[in-house]
């Protein structure tokens, strides 16, 4: 995708300096910056720490890592991949990535490992990258149906309002995104999207990454409190909703950010499509009840106490937003039932959100 006009990815293999090179996330959107990533400790900070984030772009950070831990002469492919597979414990990519990893490792020899893992982390990028480019065509599609209608039914409707939670953009894959490559694609063609934005508390993803990534792509859109989206579509001013999923069983349930499964509460409650798009890799076909069995991460509660912005000078800083002598809870997901789905938009088509109709890609 585009920042400042040039195309750039979030993370790839630097040939020459021989590092890989990712964007410092925790630093946008005031500050765009490049870093390198030379250790399989390095790739596991940078996963914790957030530096990456969203289910496809940590999966294949994993795999850079088992990479880095090749060329660094680490003995044992199973001991690195339970570092990397402990670092977030909810995006099913994450552990899809490392078996891949692991069982193309098995019986290659140790002098060989370096290189066979560095191609194939390559490989699994390009993959993730051509994926989430058709779950575009395939939300690019929906998104011109339902743009057709409503100029049917409003003839002077001027944009279609779609609602977005947390970042499920290009920073969040390797490239275009998965809920909003079906919008950056509609935009391409010539479609008048509008994107309402929640700010996404604690780390304020939707705030600090979607738009940013919006204003790159010159999209309109709109940054709303995350308790303003059921508001905005009883008063019809949301014609879809499009969110990620970080883990989605075999019958559809969604695990995505926190306060998706409101949304998607009061999206069915207004009639308003909603949408999850995903690579086929964030399907998790060995659960079938996403409450019971998907481990949600709870991360610390600084998240919730404190707030990262510039401050007066421009420097980037934090501030305490809250008293120590309230207790915190820092729940990073939450489970949207499949029958509050309208469909899900994979690289495979459009599904729907239950057992029959992912059994055709079930592997
Ligand atoms: O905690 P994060 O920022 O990694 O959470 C990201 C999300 O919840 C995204 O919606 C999800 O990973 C889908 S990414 C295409």
Same mark, same amino acid.
């Given at each position: 995708?585009?920042?400042?006009?040039?195309?750039?990815?979030?993370?790839?293999?630097?040939? *020459?300096?021989?590092?890989?090179?990712?964007?410092?996330?925790?630093?946008?959107?005031?500050?765009?910056?490049?870093?390198?990533?030379?250790?399989?400790?390095?790739?596991?900070?940078?996963?914790?720490?957030?530096?990456?984030?969203?289910?496809?772009?940590?999966?294949?950070?994993?795999?850079?890592?088992?990479?880095?831990?090749?060329?660094?002469?680490?003995?044992?492919?199973?001991?690195?991949?339970?570092?990397?597979?402990?670092?977030? *414990?909810?995006?099913?990519?994450?552990? =899809?990535?490392?078996?891949?990893?692991?069982? $193309?490792?098995?019986?290659?020899?140790?002098?060989?490992?370096?290189? +066979?893992?560095?191609?194939?982390?390559?490989?699994?990028? @390009?993959?993730?990258?051509?994926?989430?480019? &058709?779950?575009?065509?395939?939300?690019? !599609?929906?998104? #011109?149906?339902?743009?057709?209608?409503?100029? @049917?039914?409003? *003839? @002077?409707?001027?944009?279609?309002?779609?609602?977005?939670?947390?970042?499920?953009?290009?920073?969040?894959?390797?490239? =275009?995104?998965?809920?909003?490559?079906?919008?950056?694609?509609?935009?391409?063609? /010539?479609?008048?999207?509008?994107?309402? +934005?929640? #700010?996404?508390?604690?780390?304020?993803? /939707?705030?600090?990454?979607? $738009? =940013?990534?919006?204003?790159?792509?010159?999209?309109?859109?709109?940054?709303?409190?995350?308790?303003?989206?059921?508001?905005?579509?009883?008063?019809?001013?949301?014609?879809?909703?499009?969110?990620?999923?970080?883990?989605?069983?075999?019958?559809?349930? +969604?695990?995505?950010?926190?306060?998706?499964?409101?949304? &998607?509460?009061?999206?069915?409650?207004?009639?308003?499509?909603?949408?999850?798009?995903?690579?086929?890799?964030?399907?998790?076909?060995?659960?079938?009840? /996403?409450?019971?069995?998907? *481990?949600?991460?709870?991360?610390?509660?600084?998240?919730?106490?404190?707030?990262?912005?510039?401050?007066?000078?421009?420097?980037?800083?934090?501030?305490?937003?809250?008293?120590? $002598?309230?207790?915190?809870?820092?729940?990073?997901?939450?489970?949207?039932?499949?029958?509050?789905?309208?469909?899900?938009?994979? #690289?495979?088509? +459009?599904?729907? !959100?239950?057992?029959?109709?992912?059994? &055709?890609?079930?592997?």
């Amino acid at each position: 995708m585009q920042v400042n006009g040039k195309s750039i990815r979030t993370i790839w293999f630097d040939e *020459p300096a021989q590092c890989v090179r990712i964007i410092d996330q925790t630093r946008l959107p005031h500050h765009f910056e490049i870093i390198a990533i030379d250790s399989l400790e390095q790739a596991c900070e940078a996963i914790t720490t957030m530096q990456v984030r969203g289910a496809p772009l940590i999966g294949i950070t994993a795999a850079y890592g088992v990479f880095l831990a090749m060329r660094a002469g680490h003995e044992s492919v199973t001991q690195v991949c339970q570092l990397l597979r402990a670092t977030r *414990p909810t995006a099913v990519n994450l552990q =899809w990535a490392l078996i891949q990893m692991e069982s $193309a490792l098995a019986t290659v020899p140790r002098q060989e490992r370096s290189a +066979v893992a560095l191609v194939l982390a390559n490989r699994l990028a @390009e993959e993730d990258a051509a994926a989430c480019s &058709a779950i575009g065509d395939h939300g690019h !599609a929906l998104i #011109e149906t339902a743009w057709q209608k409503k100029r @049917e039914h409003s *003839p @002077e409707a001027r944009c279609l309002n779609i609602l977005t939670h947390c970042n499920a953009g290009w920073l969040a894959t390797v490239d =275009w995104g998965t809920a909003l490559a079906p919008i950056y694609k509609a935009h391409r063609a /010539g479609i008048p999207v509008h994107v309402w +934005v929640d #700010e996404t508390r604690p780390r304020n993803q /939707g705030a600090f990454l979607t $738009a =940013w990534e919006l204003q790159q792509e010159g999209i309109a859109h709109t940054v709303i409190v995350d308790n303003a989206g059921g508001h905005l579509m009883q008063h019809g001013d949301v014609d879809m909703c499009i969110v990620g999923s970080d883990r989605t069983t075999a019958s559809g349930d +969604v695990c995505n950010k926190i306060g998706t499964y409101l949304k &998607a509460l009061a999206a069915f409650d207004n009639d308003v499509p909603f949408y999850v798009a995903l690579p086929v890799s964030t399907i998790d076909f060995a659960l079938h009840d /996403g409450v019971r069995e998907i *481990p949600i991460e709870q991360r610390h509660a600084h998240e919730v106490s404190h707030m990262q912005g510039l401050d007066a000078l421009g420097q980037l800083t934090k501030i305490q937003v809250m008293t120590e $002598a309230s207790a915190v809870s820092n729940y990073g997901f939450d489970v949207t039932p499949a029958r509050l789905v309208t469909a899900l938009i994979t #690289e495979k088509g +459009v599904f729907g !959100a239950n057992k029959e109709s992912l059994q &055709a890609i079930a592997p």
